[in-house]
């Protein structure tokens, strides 16, 4: 995929870094995936600004993309070497092909061409192996960047853990999922790329997470938020209600006459944040739940109560 990262971001291309990462948290705020669940434009506009914040944040990546070294996805462009070698002294095809030599059309893709001769040097084999006559000099290349995309689950995402990826070439790549990582997020392996030509270093490798969804807990941004059903009984009398968090179990406090829908806060139970040491909170929604039988007692006992405390939580309505 070909994109312009500073377009993606909305900003210049003399933007100061506060300013890419000013833009880049405004996007994700507006068009983060838990947020708009039902919306793909959101979503893949969120993916594109992110890959582009991956880019710009990094000084080094940005420079090489702003010389035209990488694209946007960070891949290597055609260098043009070949015009360094087609007009050396001693190049037996100077200024044009000769007989009994490979001859290339004008429509030929020079660079191409000369790219797998520069491969066959680095690797030590091919025609031209030993030399290009005897104005050759020695070809050091970066290495090819390696993209990847890593499905994590949720919990794994926001504890953070250490996994392993295999390559279609086969071998497995180490990968540490840092804590609060969220769905989108592009890790950077340096030097876990492609290979180097001659002496030039390997390329990197990016991996791209999908965090899975949890059956009990969503995220918002570095807040995690749950649903806790509560008993009528907890619901009028409060008391301490066993929760699941993100670290395990903890006790909460309902108050006296919760209701549906009420939000109770769990602080620093959430995600950490991106670049801090701190963590979001926890929300918890109550959802009063009746019991699956009601047994003769405590249907006479919500009679008399009914006929004692006429109560109507729907008063001032419009009807």
Same mark, same amino acid.
């Given at each position: 995929?070909?994109?312009?990262?500073?377009?993606?971001?909305?900003?210049?291309?003399?933007? /100061?870094?506060?300013?890419?990462?000013?833009?880049?948290?405004?996007?994700?705020?507006?068009?983060?995936?838990d947020? *708009?669940?039902?919306?793909?434009?959101?979503?893949?506009?969120?993916?594109?600004? *992110?890959?582009?914040?991956?880019?710009?944040?990094d000084?080094?990546?940005?420079?090489?993309?702003?010389?035209?070294?990488?694209?946007?996805?960070?891949?290597?462009?055609?260098q043009?070497?070949?015009?360094?070698?087609?007009?050396?002294?001693? *190049?037996?095809?100077?200024?044009?092909?000769?007989?009994?030599?490979?001859?290339?059309?004008?429509?030929?893709?020079? /660079?191409?061409?000369?790219?797998?001769?520069?491969?066959?040097?680095?690797?030590?084999?091919?025609?031209?192996?030993?030399?290009?006559?005897?104005?050759?000099?020695?070809?050091?290349?970066?290495?090819?960047?390696?993209?990847?995309?890593?499905?994590?689950?949720?919990?794994?995402?926001?504890?953070?853990?250490?996994?392993?990826?295999?390559?279609?070439?086969?071998?497995r790549?180490?990968?540490?999922?840092?804590?609060?990582?969220?769905?989108?997020? &592009?890790?950077?392996?340096?030097?876990k790329?492609?290979?180097?030509?001659?002496?030039?270093?390997p390329?990197?490798?990016?991996?791209?997470?999908?965090?899975?969804?949890?059956?009990?807990?969503?995220?918002?941004?570095?807040?995690?938020?749950?649903?806790?059903?509560?008993?009528?009984?907890?619901?009028?009398?409060?008391?301490?209600?066993?929760?699941?968090?993100?670290?395990?179990?903890? *006790?909460l /406090?309902?108050?006296?006459?919760a209701? /549906?829908?009420?939000?109770?806060?769990?602080?620093g139970?959430?995600?950490?944040?991106?670049?801090?040491?701190?963590?979001?909170?926890?929300?918890?929604?109550?959802?009063?739940?009746?019991?699956?039988?009601?047994?003769?007692?405590?249907?006479?006992f919500?009679?008399?109560?009914?006929?004692?405390?006429?109560?109507?939580?729907?008063?001032?309505?419009? &009807?």
């Open positions: 995929m070909s994109f312009d990262p500073y377009e993606a971001l909305g900003v210049e291309k003399t933007a /100061s870094e506060a300013e890419i990462k000013k833009a880049y948290r405004k996007i994700a705020r507006e068009c983060h995936p947020l *708009n669940p039902d919306d793909p434009a959101a979503e893949a506009r969120f993916k594109t600004a *992110n890959a582009a914040y991956e880019l710009l944040k000084p080094e990546m940005r420079a090489r993309y702003d010389r035209g070294e990488i694209d946007a996805t960070g891949q290597e462009r055609a043009p070497f070949y015009r360094d070698f087609a007009e050396q002294p001693g *190049n037996p095809y100077r200024g044009g092909a000769r007989s009994g030599a490979y001859a290339f059309g004008e429509e030929d893709d020079m /660079s191409d061409i000369f790219a797998e001769f520069l491969r066959a040097r680095g690797q030590g084999g091919g025609p031209f192996a030993s030399g290009f006559g005897r104005g050759a000099r020695e070809v050091h290349a970066r290495g090819a960047d390696r993209h990847y995309t890593l499905k994590v689950p949720f919990l794994d995402a926001t504890r953070g853990t250490r996994t392993q990826i295999t390559l279609p070439e086969g071998g790549l180490e990968v540490t999922i840092p804590e609060g990582a969220a769905d989108g997020q &592009t890790l950077r392996l340096r030097g790329g492609g290979a180097g030509l001659g002496e030039g270093p390329g990197d490798a990016y991996v791209t997470l999908e965090v899975e969804p949890h059956p009990i807990f969503r995220r918002e941004g570095d807040d995690i938020h749950v649903t806790l059903p509560i008993a009528i009984d907890e619901a009028v009398l409060g008391g301490k209600v066993r929760t699941p968090t993100i670290d395990g179990p903890v *006790n /406090s309902i108050p006296k006459g209701s /549906s829908g009420r939000v109770l806060r769990l602080r139970r959430g995600a950490k944040r991106r670049g801090g040491k701190d963590r979001g909170d926890q929300l918890v929604e109550l959802s009063i739940v009746a019991p699956p039988e009601i047994d003769a007692e405590l249907e006479a919500m009679q008399r109560w009914r006929e004692e405390h006429a109560h109507d939580p729907r008063e001032g309505m419009p &009807t």
